[in-house]
């Protein structure tokens, strides 16, 4: 994998996280009771059938990353995090300046609390 393609499934990781975080809301009862419309079940079912495309193909690329994202994203209720002006947005730590945003062999996370990490342009 280069650099591209790296960078590549990192950002199709936070399409996939923007996925599951639109899911998780729109079922939610609280959303309904806060916004007073409800997401029909079909475009429900569509999100979830788009989920699985992306994670399918995520884990054809690498499988032992995906299970990291998922890992986490039980853990935080997200799985990858942006990094904006050198700070992890999930735990707000500087990061180190000497970070490679994109070691290929490596997948990049937070040394504080561990989350996945995105450096976006």
């Not at 990192?10 to 639109?22: R, T």
């Not at 939610?28 to 994670?55: M, N």
Request: proline share 5%.
């Amino acid at each position: 994998m280069n650099k591209e393609e790296f960078k590549r499934f990192l950002e199709e990781l936070y399409l996939l996280q923007d996925l599951d975080l639109l899911i998780d809301q729109i079922i939610d009862p609280a959303y309904l009771q806060t916004f007073g419309f409800k997401v029909s079940e079909e475009k429900v079912e569509a999100l979830k059938q788009k989920r699985e495309e992306v994670a399918e193909k995520l884990r054809k690329v690498n499988p032992r990353w995906l299970q990291t994202y998922e890992r986490l994203r039980k853990k935080y209720k997200r799985g990858i995090a942006r990094v904006v002006d050198g700070i992890c947005t999930n735990c707000f730590v500087h990061l180190p300046a000497s970070m490679n945003p994109y070691e290929v062999d490596t997948l990049p996370t937070c040394p504080s609390c561990g989350i996945i990490l995105i450096w976006m342009d």
